[in-house]
């Protein structure tokens, strides 16, 4: 079983979402400003990823612009900035696909297409 980290206002998440429920693809839905994801979490998914911190920062968000985190996030260490991203969801990038050998974030098409079928 998939997670599938969502806000279910956000178009992209409600695009991803029907692209799994037309593959029929089951997931563990779960909304990321009502439960964000915790520290321990972010660490075990940015490992499991493979990618670069930076791309777990929801970059095109206001929150992100508000904090003006482009400016402050080159200087604090990966410590500081995975303890930001885990006290406000709005900060992640998403949708969220979390499975046992990798993670997805943001939803392009072709990605999840190689990765879930």
Known sequence: MILF????KCSTCQKAKKWLDERKI????RH???KNPT??????????????????FNT????????????????MSEEEQIRLL??????VKRPLIVADDY???GF??????DKLG
């Open 5 to 8: 980290v969502e806000y279910p």
């Open 26 to 29: 089951s997931y563990e839905d």
């Open 32 to 34: 990321i400003v009502e």
């Open 39 to 56: 520290e321990e979490e972010l660490k075990t998914w940015i490992a499991r990823s493979g990618l670069p911190l930076k791309k777990f």
């Open 60 to 75: 095109s968000g206001m929150k992100y612009k508000e904090l003006n985190l482009k400016e402050k996030l080159p200087a």
């Open 86 to 91: 885990a006290t406000d969801g709005m900060l």
């Open 103 to 105: 993670v997805l974030t």
């Open 108 to 113: 392009r098409e072709k990605e999840w297409e």
